[in-house]
């Protein structure tokens, strides 16, 4: 299993509060990745980073934000929870530098709840 | 909108059986990946095509890949009750390191 930590795994928070999820990545790879996962929608790419400092928006990024301060760790926040955004998280993280390319390892996940 | 579209939601065969997953797509691709996740776990990769190839073999595993129509389908021969899981095709179009992942199939396989 490629070495990712997400934390926390399950929360439950209030809506309007702030929440913050952190990927911890022991591989040294380049690009992390955050995707929200919800039925009848499957994977979707919040934000990504291809480098420390370096960061840009995927697919439904409005509602959060991100910072990548050292290549192992990636931070998703979301600035005041709304219940739209009570899903399941995937951190997940690629080295495109392998000739077997952009293969994605993924974290186990962090279950959120906004109530 | 999503670039891979999973073509059934839901599939449920008897062990020994062949299981065949579709995916279509809407603009060029690098290369189209297959993962699978199981109940409340995270993804893992199964196989990788790239756009220049037409055929992949893994174990029980066959991947092929139509640029012309814009579809990959996967096929797995011998299902077991283990292969129970959702799988998801995820392309990659080139754009810094993004994959775009479909809906996925939920396959369930009854022993």
């Known amino acids: 299993d490629a070495g990712i930590t997400q934390s926390p795994r399950h929360k439950v928070t209030e809506t309007g509060t702030p929440v913050t999820l952190r990927c911890h990545q022991t591989?040294?790879?380049?690009?992390m990745y955050w995707y929200r996962q919800d039925p009848g929608h499957g994977l979707r790419l919040i934000h990504y980073s291809y480098g420390v400092k370096d960061t840009d928006k995927g697919e439904v990024s409005d509602g959060y934000s991100v910072s990548r301060s050292k290549t192992e760790d990636f931070l998703l926040t979301l600035e005041s929870a709304t219940s739209s955004q009570t899903s399941v998280y995937f951190c997940a993280i690629s080295d495109s530098r392998t000739v077997s390319g952009n293969t994605i390892y993924f974290g186990e996940g962090s279950w959120l709840t906004v109530v | 909108s999503q670039q891979g579209e999973e073509d059934p939601q839901a599939l449920s065969i008897q062990e020994g059986e062949n299981a065949t997953m579709n995916c279509s797509y809407k603009?060029?691709?690098?290369?189209l990946q297959w993962y699978r996740q199981n109940s409340g776990r995270g993804l893992v990769h199964l196989i990788l095509?790239?756009?220049?190839?037409r055929e992949k073999h893994s174990g029980r595993l066959r991947v092929t890949l139509d640029t012309s129509k814009k579809s990959s389908s996967l096929l797995i021969t011998a299902s077991r009750a283990a292969d129970t899981a959702s799988y998801f095709c995820a392309t990659d179009n080139n754009q810094g390191g993004k994959l775009i992942f479909g809906q996925g199939t939920e396959l369930s396989v009854k022993p």
């Open positions: 591989e040294n790879h380049r690009y």
């Open positions: 095509i790239r756009s220049n190839e």
């Open positions: 603009t060029s691709i690098n290369n």
